[in-house]
């Protein structure tokens, strides 16, 4: 019961952290030896020697003091009732008090009736046996861990093996883990389940390390780096269940990754509001909701993931976002939302979506090199945008248009390949100054006629105006043209070397007066 010196520590040095150099594990021949030599001194001073634990303890306490050597290793087992508390928290004070220290927790079910504190110490490492050894409560504790440094910030806390179990089928618990002011914290290989709020919980720190670990059947955030966070990394862990209601991880920090983890049936993926974070080669299926979210933030990167079926799978606000080389499989809404400026969009694989493949809203986005098959809506949808780039994309078999361009000004184009949408291939709806040029557009409209391959749409007063339309190769076969507008009024419009191909009324439609139409070439 309780904790007891460590004889025997399991650990061999080549997979300890680096805050090895801060602790000196003891064992047997190394203790034995400092028995002896205590037993020495004793004899020389004309003490009677006294081997018990106790009494050797206390004297190596006193010997390790003069010499200013720590010896600071514990071994904690599990009473198997409620007095587990007293077990562990005494050895945190051991430990600490003597300037840090490991505490080995043996396998077994550790049952606290407080939460677990320390508001002053540094360089603790808690190592379980595996997922056997389990931190849990049968009272109403708000929390299993909660350690606040009371000044300043701590540093170098390292939790290995370790379950906590908030036991929401009893009494439950409103957040397993709660870590304030504290630097260079790792979670390596532990398991967090069954919370009625929070699994893991940070705030005001750097450097922390969340790794291999699980979180399962969180109800509220399964970890939340919050108040400014710096330099957090969470890799190889897995979300199941996790969030009802609620994202799965919170960043508000910067500097903060999300790299190779997956996220199975939660409610929402990890949600960013920091500068230069980043979510890379995660997995993402089943979501109810967003999958990642970026709030009105700077520079995030969002690359390499595989999104399978949810809603609103990537959405991103604020500046600079990077969204790249990511799969998206059978969403059931927009697959990449961006009202972020300055952002690229860069090579993804979108098969399937809800409604809009890619939205985008705002200035300076870039939508490039995409591939997007079987769309429910329009494959790129551009919307009150301006100075923005729509290039390289292969888009097929959208069920509306495949690029729509909404209120939008001084959008560039050129060299998409568009084919087999049930409407227009290219559709500008009152947007102006734009460049369509080097696309191949062809066999759309497979809805039926009065679709056309290009299409210029004036609404009232809101002309297209100041669209240049060069060097596209476009072919009908269902629709009535290849290039339309749907007003005269529309002007200033430049329709120069096209080759068109097909129509069943005529290549041209409406139309303005002061359009330029010249060069094309025609063919049946």
Known sequence: MGFQFTNNWPYTNSVMPSLIDHVDPVNQTFFDGLKNELTNIEYFLGLQPQGSYANVRSRLDYFETTFGK?????????????ADYSSIQDAINYVGALGGGIIYLREGTYYLTAALTNTSYSKILFFGSGKNTIITSNSALTLLIDFNFASGSGSHLFFEHITFDGNSGLAGTN????????????F?????????????RAENGSYFLTNNCRFDTIVAYAVEYTSSMTYAIITNSRFVSASSGFNSVIFDGNYCTLADCIFLTCYQGPYSSGLYNTVRNCTFQSMTHQAVTNAGYHFTCISNNFLGIYANSIQTTGLYSYIANNR???CTYIPILCNANYSII????IDGSGTYAISISGA??????????????HAIYVDHCNLCN????????????????????????????????THQGIYLRASSTCSLSSNIVRDNCTAGTNYSEIYLYTVGVDYCYYNNICGNVIKTILGDYCLAENNSDSKFNVHVSNT????TLGSYSLFGTDDIIEHNMLKR
């Open 364 to 377: 300076s986005i870039s939508v490039l090199n995409n591939r997007i098959v079987s769309s429910a809506s």
């Open 70 to 82: 720590k010896f600071a290793s514990c071994v904690v087992s599990p009473s198997g009732a409620n």
């Open 175 to 186: 957040r397993l883990v709660y870590i304030r002011n504290f630097d260079y914290v790792t």
């Open 188 to 200: 390596n290989n532990c398991y967090f389940k069954n919370c009625n709020g929070s699994g893991l």
């Open 346 to 349: 860069f090579n993804n694989f």
């Open 500 to 503: 068109l191909i097909g129509g």
């Open 328 to 330: 998206f499989i059978g």
């Open 390 to 421: 729509v290039n390289n994309n292969f888009i097929n078999s959208s069920a509306d248009s495949g690029i729509y361009i909404y209120y939008s000004s001084d959008i560039s184009i050129s060299s998409n390949v568009v084919r087999n949408c």
